[in-house]
């Protein structure tokens, strides 16, 4: 079984990666386990952003947006290469709508009858002076009103929208953030294991016994304290593999996204209010494309089967056709994902009603257990912050918290540098298209000379497999980064998979087999 390590963790999204890189850090041993490939589930299936949350002020949900607001810049910069700045547009409307069950509406309707289901411009402008203060704003510009008649992000949307607001959040890549923490946890000695599933978790006296199953078998590992990261798991983990009784448990919210053909010239994003109460963003995605979502459907099945349904997809396209000039139809959409967010159970009569906060439950009968509820990619970084802390008696020797703006790997260059940094890795490897090194600038930072390892032509870096992706790549993510299949490269790790064929794809996963054995 080998030595007892300090904490377990159930779970390779961003919550336990955050929480391994963390724990790590502060000189913990620390092993995590993920059933599949990093960022398969919940975390790669977000709307990419990092966003204090406008729309919980209308459930006041205070602290939560106080905290995300906070981090915002906090996480700009430890990560330059993978997250940047973004503009929001929101255009106004005498048709914007309350959801009935916020506590923001239930007020309105006792003090202001008269507004009953209405969400007002005077409200949405208090709820941005909120937003643009709450959280100690230092780099992001605050927020202004539009002319949409004279300003370019008019000329897409209908001209009955006259007016908006523009405010900042933040955009950044989810499951490269993902496999980031999980590199660095790793480079502080972590042992980070992929296609590792739990199935059996063993209280002892003063440890945990955790039984593995991978390709290769079963394995034994032991724990002081293990932590369960399930995501939409983290309720059948406590019951099934712990067998520890709980009245805790997650609601399972499936949240669908489409992607079409670029559908504006500019590089800001929409916030778009529905007639149902609802919100959803229309974002620039991957220079060619457009991201929309998200949908708030109560999730019944298996966490690991969702899919965006024709329904969702339908809704997502008449929602945003509410908006836009041109009306965007299912024949638009090019791909769509699916993802279920494992929100804390409490009792909330909707979906969108849900808390979207963390909730950490931490067992001391026996040896610790601490499982994690909830949480936003926004707040992850805290999240760990919060998770070592409620540990802290157990571990006394840990060192205290360090993550803030400390960099990720490749994110050692300052937020304004991303352009700079491309600049110099074309004057380096002339074979490089300004599209080719912006892309691995923006996926590695400084690491993209690593990557590269030196090659003086394209040729050099061995097979082409199309859209720039080449063997170099393909290996480094499987040095560095645990990719192990195709999808982990072209979906997960990038999003070139939008640009490839089917038959591509076939031959990054036979590639990857073959390198698998040697």
């Avoid at 220079?287 to 997502?316: N, S």
């Avoid at 600049?423 to 923006?442: M, Q, Y």
């Avoid at 930072?445 to 032509?457: F, R």
């Amino acid at each position: 079984m080998g030595e007892i390590s300090d904490l377990f963790i159930i779970g390779g999204g961003i919550n336990g990666c955050g929480i391994a890189r963390d724990a790590a850090g502060r000189g913990l041993s620390v092993t995590l386990a993920e059933q599949g490939d990093l960022a398969q589930a919940t975390s790669s299936a977000s709307t990419k952003l990092f966003h204090g949350g406008l729309r919980y002020l209308e459930y006041f949900e205070f602290r939560l947006v106080r905290e995300a607001l906070e981090e915002r810049e906090t996480l700009l910069a430890a990560m330059p290469h993978i997250s940047w700045p973004m503009r929001f547009v929101l255009p106004l409307s005498p048709e914007m709508r309350f959801d009935a069950e916020t506590p923001t509406s239930r007020l309105l309707s006792v003090v202001m009858p008269w507004m009953r289901g209405r969400r007002p411009a005077w409200l949405i402008r208090l709820g941005l002076f909120l937003y643009d203060h709450l959280g100690g704003r230092k780099v992001l510009p605050g927020t202004r009103a539009l002319d949409l008649t004279r300003d370019p992000a008019g000329r897409a949307l209908q001209p009955r929208f006259a007016r908006a607001y523009e405010y900042s959040d933040c955009w950044v890549e989810d499951a490269r953030l993902v496999a980031l923490n999980a590199r660095d946890a790793a480079q502080r000695g972590a042992k980070v294991l992929v296609g590792a599933r739990v199935t059996g978790a063993l209280r002892r006296a003063d440890h945990w016994e955790v039984t593995v199953e991978t390709a290769g078998g079963t394995a034994e590992y032991r724990a002081r304290a293990l932590v369960n990261a399930g995501g939409p798991w983290v309720e059948n983990v406590i019951r099934n593999v712990a067998h520890v009784a709980t009245t805790e448990g997650v609601r399972l919210v499936r949240g669908s996204h489409i992607v079409t053909r670029r559908l504006f010239d500019h590089d800001r994003c929409y916030f778009f209010q529905g007639r149902d109460g609802r919100i959803i963003f229309a974002i620039p995605y991957e220079q060619d494309f457009t991201l929309i979502g998200t949908t708030d459907q109560d999730h019944q099945g298996k966490p690991g089967e969702a899919r965006c349904t024709d329904a969702e997809r339908d809704y997502l396209c008449a929602f945003a056709s509410q908006y836009f000039a041109r009306p965007v139809t299912p024949a638009d959409v090019v791909w769509s994902y699916s993802g279920v967010r494992p929100l804390y159970n409490d009792g909330s009569k909707s979906a969108t009603a849900a808390t979207r906060d963390y909730v950490l439950s931490l067992d001391r009968n026996g040896p610790p257990l601490l499982n994690v509820f909830g949480g936003k990619i926004t707040t992850y970084r805290r999240l760990a912050e919060s998770a070592l802390l409620k540990l802290a008696p157990f571990f006394p020797q840990a060192r205290g918290a360090w993550t803030a703006r400390v960099p990720l790997p490749g994110g050692d260059f300052p937020l304004d540098g991303k352009a700079a940094l491309a600049g110099r890795l074309r004057g380096e490897h002339h074979f490089l298209t300004p599209e080719w090194a912006a892309r691995l600038i923006r996926a590695y930072g400084t690491d993209a000379w690593a990557v590269l390892g030196g090659a003086a032509s394209a040729e050099a870096l061995g097979r082409d497999f199309g859209a720039t992706l080449s063997e170099a790549e393909v290996r480094w993510l499987m040095r560095h980064e645990f990719a192990r299949h195709a999808a982990d490269v072209v979906w997960r790790r990038s999003k070139l998979g939008l640009r490839m064929t089917a038959e591509q794809i076939a031959a990054v996963e036979d590639f990857m087999a073959g390198a698998r054995a040697e």
